[in-house]
């Protein structure tokens, strides 16, 4: 159980151009998902939180409107990164949370790869 | 500012010996702290989590260690195998019930047949 999924797992775009990003609970009902960044041999840095029904809550430092998160149901977020620049390259993931053994913990999609041309 | 340190340099053991990865941090009071396993190109996955109040966890080869005092978390991982290889994250949560976690950079275990 508490399997999260993404979509695409790795999507190639030009500059300028647009890409969405989906998260999904398959097994649970996640009110709260998570969105990251990472870069090579980097730490995982959250982007934004993601509420279901209402707006996401960004991380200091990351633009709301070039990276546009949508929670629509309680096992669906999105990120749009819109405008995509070479330097928007990273791998991102998505993390919802849930109850592991008693204990609330982040289940983590297995990442989707972005490479802007 | 927060700051979470763990060993940047990978570290490599032979098989069958007790690994032991540190996670450091500073100007932050956790309630908790989480330990993952990642593994090349792909997402985080939990392993144990440590609370506050709680000096040491176990789960089958995997011990946890939390000292509040020294701002320390040390991660155990015993009778090693080869397939432990991986990247292994320490992550803080807080107290404020929003469920963020802050990361370290991971530390990178290799062990040898």
């Known amino acids: 159980g508490a399997v999260v999924s993404q979509h695409p797992s790795w999507v190639i775009c030009k500059s300028g151009t647009s890409v969405k990003i989906e998260c999904r609970s398959l097994?649970?009902?996640?009110?709260?998902m998570f969105w990251y960044r990472q870069f090579p041999k980097q730490s995982l840095m959250l982007m934004a939180t993601s509420n279901e029904g209402s707006k996401a809550t960004y991380e200091q430092g990351v633009e709301k409107d070039k990276f546009l998160i949508n929670h629509a149901s309680l096992t669906l977020s999105t990120l749009t990164v819109t405008s995509a620049h070479p330097e928007d390259s990273s791998f991102y993931i998505c993390?919802?949370?849930?109850?592991?053994?008693?204990?609330?913990?982040?289940?983590f999609g297995p990442g989707t790869r972005l490479l802007v041309l | 500012s927060q700051k979470i340190e763990q060993n940047s340099e990978a570290l490599n053991i032979q098989e069958g010996k007790t690994a032991t990865l540190t996670c450091n941090y500073t100007?932050?009071?956790?309630?908790?702290l989480q330990w993952y396993r990642q593994d090349p190109g792909r997402g985080p996955v939990f392993l144990l989590l440590i609370r506050e109040n709680e000096k040491e966890k176990r789960k089958e080869r995997l011990k946890v260690t939390f000292d509040t005092t020294l701002k320390q978390s040390l991660f155990h991982i015993t009778a090693s195998q080869p397939a432990d290889s991986a990247t292994y994250l320490c992550a803080l949560g807080g107290s404020s019930n929003t469920g963020k976690l802050i990361f370290g950079q991971g530390t990178t275990l290799q062990v040898k047949p």
């Open positions: 100007n932050y009071s956790p309630a908790y």
């Open positions: 993390s919802a949370s849930g109850i592991l053994g008693g204990e609330e913990t982040q289940y």
């Open positions: 097994d649970f009902q996640a009110t709260t």
